[in-house]
């Protein structure tokens, strides 16, 4: 299956978007083997120093599982062995007080092809009192200053990070900025994964993103791709029940052969993010577009040129028997219209291909949206 997805960031290529989270003192070299469908496997949380590795005993002694060595990149560099080389992409989740760890860590993630996932997620009371876990959030010049140093070793990167703890649009900017690839985001919610934080990342930056939690079926996980998401990870859903993972493969396998757009955005109308203009119809009526393109800083008329442009380059510009003589301005594939249908079938285009074009339009259009303006 590994042309049925284009998914790489950097020299990582992803074979399906469907990740395991890491769990400490579970995720390692010899849980793998229950995961080995996943697009992404990522290992740890691993403790690197000594006051890292202090807490974590700490942790342990109160019944929570975690990685305890003396020597954890050894234990790492094991584990890397055990996994690589199998088809599956790998990261390695891992907490440090300090820089230099990180950036042996980040040296060994890049001899292995490895992405480094630096962990700002844990709030362990014992990692937050040596300023590990969800408190690097609240010091944004420290953190962008780590991620720097990290990137100059030209390891691919991940920040995993819980939502709600600061306002995460603006630090994401700013960690963007720094060399940060990846945001591996928990949007816990209590109906599935909180949407509306998923689409302001989508919106505000231009990183991959990975959706974590209230993530356990094929509701949830397609509520997280039309969010926005590039991805989506699991931890917990593995360990109850361990064909999730497989499943989650296969369905999101059959949206892509299908439509050709996993993660294919909402109507605007329908709450979807900024990918969404691409469906819309042109801006000459009071409707859910005209607020859309405000958040976007973007003119109607803009709009409107970008459309036109793109249409004029590809069949999407033909269309006499729609609403508005061309097919940019047509509805998603899944809302049937005989006047877009007959229109494609005028012109010999197939679904497909109609969907291709109108990602190739989503990014065109998001091209041109500068992100540090988007409100959110």
């Known amino acids: 299956m590994t042309d049925l997805f284009d998914l790489n960031v950097g020299y990582v290529r992803f074979k399906n978007p469907v990740a395991v989270a890491s769990m ?45 060595t003396d020597r954890p990149l050894e234990l790492i560099e094991g ?35 490895a992405i480094l996932e630096l962990n700002a997620h844990c709030r362990q009371e014992e990692m937050a009192a ?8 609240k010091d944004r010049i420290g953190l962008s200053k780590t991620i720097v140093e990290l990137k100059k070793t030209g390891v691919v990167l991940s920040l995993k990070m819980r939502a709600g703890i600061v306002d995460e649009v603006p ?3 700013l960690l963007e900025k720094a060399g940060l690839d990846i945001v591996h985001i928990d949007t816990m919610g209590t109906r599935g994964p909180n949407v509306n934080v998923l689409k302001k990342l989508r919106d505000g930056t231009g990183l991959f993103i990975i959706g974590n939690n209230s993530i356990n079926g094929y509701e949830s ?7 926005g998401c590039d991805m989506i990870s699991l931890a917990r859903p593995v ?29 605007i109308c329908r709450g979807g993010d900024l990918r969404g203009l691409a469906w819309c119809c042109p801006p000459v009526k009071d409707c859910a577009i005209h607020m859309a393109l405000r958040r976007a800083n973007m003119s109607p008329d803009t709009f409107a040129r970008i459309k036109m442009g793109f249409g004029k380059a590809t069949k999407l510009g033909d269309g006499s028997m729609t609403c508005f003589g061309s097919m940019v301005w047509c509805c998603k594939f899944n809302k049937h ?7 494609m079938e005028e012109k010999a285009l197939g679904m497909k291909e109609y969907v291709e074009l109108k990602k190739k339009l989503a990014d065109e259009i998001m091209k041109n949206i500068d992100k540090d303006r988007v409100v959110t």
Request: net charge positive; charged share 25%.
């Open 337 to 343: 219209c005989y006047l877009r249908d007959g229109s």
């Open 24 to 68: 400490a003192g579970i995720t390692g070299g010899d849980f793998f083997e229950s995961c080995k469908d996943a697009g992404l496997y990522v290992m740890g949380g691993y403790s690197l120093d000594a006051a890292t590795m202090a807490a974590s005993r700490e942790i342990a002694e109160r019944g929570r599982k975690e990685f305890i």
């Open 221 to 227: 996980a397609q509520a997280a791709y039309s969010a």
């Open 239 to 267: 360990l109850e029940n361990p064909k999730i993972i497989k499943s989650l493969v296969t369905y999101t396998e059959d949206q892509q052969r299908m439509s050709g757009w996993y993660n294919a955005p909402s109507h």
């Open 79 to 113: 584990d890397l062995k055990k996994v690589s080389g199998k088809g599956v992409a790998i990261g390695i989740n891992v907490r440090a007080a300090s820089l230099e760890p990180l950036i042996a860590a980040a040296k060994l993630a890049k001899k292995y092809g």
């Open 171 to 173: 630090l994401l900017r």
């Open 130 to 137: 040596i300023g590990v876990g969800e408190v690097m959030l």
